[in-house]
C-alpha cells in the first residue's frame, strides 16, 4: 500500500494564483494524498476559488499569523507519513510526489530533494541528473546548496522526522523563515535523497510580498536575512560545523532574484550580506 503524503499549502490572498497550484495537484499521478490548504485569513476570494476542488481540504486561521505560523499548523494537522510544503503560486510535476515517494521509500532517507526549474531564468534552475542519497553532514549540505538557497518546498520530509526533533518548527513573526528549518532538517537527517525525476516549478509573481518593492518590507527582509543567517551560523557552530558549503556557488544568483525587487533603491548593504 502506497503511503499517504500530506501537503501543506499555506495561502493568504491567493485567489487569482490558487487555481493554478491546485490544478496541478488535480494532476497527479500519486493519488494517496491528503491537502491541507490553510488560509491565513485571506480578504479576497480564496475560498470560493479552494471551492472548486473537492480533494482540498481547507483550514482557516482565525487571525492572520503568518506564513511560519499556518506551517507549523501543517505540522501539527498533517496526518501523512511523508509531508510537503507547497507555496500556493508554484506547480509540481505531474510525477512529483510519485517520484519523491518512491525515492523516500527505496532509501529510507528522512529528506528527499527535487529539482527545481525556475520558470522565467531557466538557467537558474539545478536539476539532480543522477539518483543519489547523501550521509555525510557536509555533503547534505553542498549538494543542495541549503545554506544559501533555504527554501523548505524543494524537501519531501518524513512527519515523524520533523515532529521528533522540537526545533524543527519555523521562526514565528520572523521573515525568511525557510532558511534556519531547511538547514536543521537536512543537518538531522539519517539521509538526503535526490530525486532527478521529480520537478518543482517556481513562478516568479510581481505582487507577492517576496517581490515587494515597499521600503518597509524590504527592510523586514533585510533584518530577517540578518537574523535567519546568524541563526544558521550559531547552530552550525554548536555542532562543530564552521564552513557552510554551497554559499559561493553561482546559484546563489536564484535566491539573490527572489529578493531583487527589495533591493532597488540603494539597498546595497543587503546585497553585500548575502554576497559575504
Avoid at 522540537?166 to 537527517?189: H, I, M, N, T
Avoid at 554551497?246 to 546595497?268: A, C, E, P, W
Amino acid at each position: 500500500m502506497s503511503p499517504l503524503v500530506t501537503v501543506v499549502i499555506p495561502c493568504y490572498n491567493g485567489a487569482k494564483v490558487v487555481g493554478r497550484c491546485l490544478s496541478a495537484l488535480e494532476r497527479q499521478s500519486y493519488s494517496p494524498m491528503e491537502v491541507l490548504l490553510i488560509d491565513d485569513a485571506s480578504t479576497d476570494e480564496t475560498a470560493d476559488a479552494v471551492a472548486k476542488y473537492p480533494f482540498v481540504k481547507l483550514l482557516r486561521n482565525e487571525t492572520n499569523r503568518g506564513v511560519s505560523y499556518t506551517r507549523n499548523r501543517g505540522i501539527e494537522e498533517a496526518k501523512g507519513k511523508y509531508l510537503h510544503f507547497l507555496d500556493v503560486d508554484d506547480e509540481v510535476s505531474s510525477n512529483f510526489y510519485e517520484a519523491m515517494v518512491r525515492r523516500a521509500e527505496q532509501t529510507g532517507a528522512d529528506v528527499t530533494a527535487c529539482s527545481f526549474v525556475y520558470q522565467y531564468v531557466p538557467e537558474k534552475s539545478q536539476i539532480f541528473r543522477t539518483p543519489r542519497v547523501y550521509t555525510g553532514t557536509m555533503d547534505k549540505l553542498r549538494v543542495t546548496y541549503v545554506c544559501k538557497i533555504g527554501v523548505v518546498w524543494r524537501y519531501l520530509f518524513r512527519t515523524d522526522f520533523i515532529r521528533r526533533h522540537e526545533d524543527l518548527r519555523f521562526p514565528v513573526g520572523r521573515l525568511v523563515e525557510d532558511l534556519p528549518f531547511a538547514v536543521r532538517a537536512l543537518f538531522y537527517a539519517n539521509k538526503v535523497a535526490t530525486a532527478p525525476r521529480a520537478e518543482y516549478l517556481y513562478r516568479y509573481e510581481a505582487d507577492s510580498l517576496t517581490e515587494s518593492d515597499d521600503p518597509e518590507v524590504r527592510r523586514a527582509f533585510a533584518e530577517g536575512y540578518d537574523l535567519a543567517e546568524e541563526d544558521v551560523k550559531t547552530f552550525l557552530a554548536a555542532h562543530g560545523v564552521h564552513r557552510r558549503p554551497g554559499r559561493d556557488s553561482h546559484l546563489i544568483s536564484y535566491f539573490l532574484h527572489k529578493v531583487s525587487n527589495r533591493l532597488r533603491g540603494g539597498q546595497t548593504d543587503l546585497t553585500e550580506r548575502l554576497m559575504r
